[in-house]
């Protein structure tokens, strides 16, 4: 008998081969966790420690648990109790619950970048596709301080990126804002052509 499988992100989707964990529409969220997850076990970021930090609380958490049953808790081991639930509570400590998180992120953002609220996109072009994004540079990429950009967004917020990819990002943020304008009637599209025409021209001798 083949038994049945479902996706483990949104534990609804069937899998259909036997060597897939996750279904189509949530792969991407896993390749982004994935990413991240990467960049934390090479330790590009010095402080991103969050993995070990979580693995530690557990067992900690375990430990103090027992005693905690026993009512023979002391005031420091309460106190560090309490921290231990919390970074296990706040943390993520798998790339599942990353992807689970980020898709969550997506949906909620209602697919639009935090910052310049340009509609992001899954398997799109690059750089306008979503990134995970840390709010805090300096910070962790934990539950509290991840938000999704654009890709591009968050190239350009930690370097420069190249000329090309910035201007496909201009040009997509233009025609949305000029689509919206033809569809509810404030252009025509001759209107647009001679705004367009006009707009750049000023710019050039
Ligand atoms: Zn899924």
Redesign the pocket.
Known sequence: MISERT?E?????KIKRSNQK??K??LPFYNAANRAFTRCELKEYEDWKIKSQIIKAQKKEKKLSVIEKKGLLNKKQKEELKICRKRIRMGFLTRRDMALHIKYLYYRQERRCIYTKVEMQIAGFKGLNFSVERIEVKGRYDINNVSLCLDIVNKMKNKLTNEKEFFEMCMYVITNYIKKKVEDGTYTKNDIRSYLVSSILKHIN
Do not use: S
Request: aromatic content about 0%; overall charge positive.
């Open positions: 996706c992100i949104c534990n609804c989707k996750r279904c529409d949530c």
